[in-house]
């Protein structure tokens, strides 16, 4: 499969600060999208960048995409309590391609 | 409101005994699919379906059966369980074939015996 691979794996950092995560993937990219989710709930779509976008903002969000290098990166600035979640990126290729295990991040009050 | 249900939320069953678990979603989406999760191994794709009648296999789609009979509905069917499908469930749809948001459901946590 060409799941992706997120990074780090797991995150803690104080409320207020800024958390960034990666995600990277074997296989070219094309509308890659990040996903939220809280313990045991569905996903939740967060924002999605498509193959010709390097920089996309929305609210607290900044994800940016390197195509040649074949990453992407999902910055949460003045981060909260409630971001406390996992955090999945999704690549689309194929109909088969899959998330990744996720990174799993902590806001600590 | 736009969302996808799965029934049930919870199952505890026995080795063997044939289950279905049902997804429907009301946004006239195209695309479904169904995903496990497991404890460090992310969410992997069991089955999708790109239209009524038209399914595929995932990445792990041993052990299942699916159906789409009905553009709003695709059960994943189960019809001899085994302890190693214990897991978590998640039913998904999305306008086309994936390549936009996948509108996900709230889960079926499936404990086989």
């Not at chain 1, 920089?55 to 600035?77: A, C, F, N, P, Q």
């Not at chain 2, 499908?85 to 079926?108: D, I, K, M, R, V």
Request: proline residues 4%; aromatic residues 10%.
């Amino acid at each position: 499969s060409q799941q992706g691979e997120e990074d780090p794996q797991a995150l803690s950092i104080q409320e207020g600060e800024n958390a960034t995560m990666n995600c990277s993937y074997k296989t070219s990219i094309n509308n890659l999208q990040w996903y939220r989710q809280n313990s045991g709930r569905g996903l939740v779509h967060l924002i999605l960048i498509r193959s010709n976008e390097r920089e996309k903002h929305s609210g607290r969000l900044r994800v940016t995409l390197d195509t040649s290098k074949k990453s992407s990166s999902l910055l949460i600035t003045a981060s909260r309590a409630a971001d406390t979640a996992s955090y999945f990126c999704y690549n689309f290729g194929n109909e088969k391609l899959t998330f990744g295990t996720g990174t799993r991040l902590t806001i600590i009050p | 409101e736009a969302q996808v249900t799965q029934n049930p939320r919870y199952l505890i069953t026995v080795t063997g005994k044939k289950l279905t678990v049902t997804c429907s979603q009301n946004m006239n989406h195209e695309y479904m699919s169904w995903y496990r999760q497991d404890p460090g191994l992310g969410l992997r794709q069991i089955y999708y379906s790109m239209n009524v009648e038209v399914t595929d296999k995932g990445d792990v789609p041993e052990g299942y059966k699916v159906s789409r009979k009905e553009k709003r509905n695709f059960p994943l069917i189960l019809e001899s369980p085994s302890p190693n499908q214990t897991s978590l469930y998640f039913c998904a749809s999305s306008s086309t074939t994936g390549g936009n948001e996948q509108f996900f459901g709230p889960g079926t946590r499936l404990t086989v015996l």
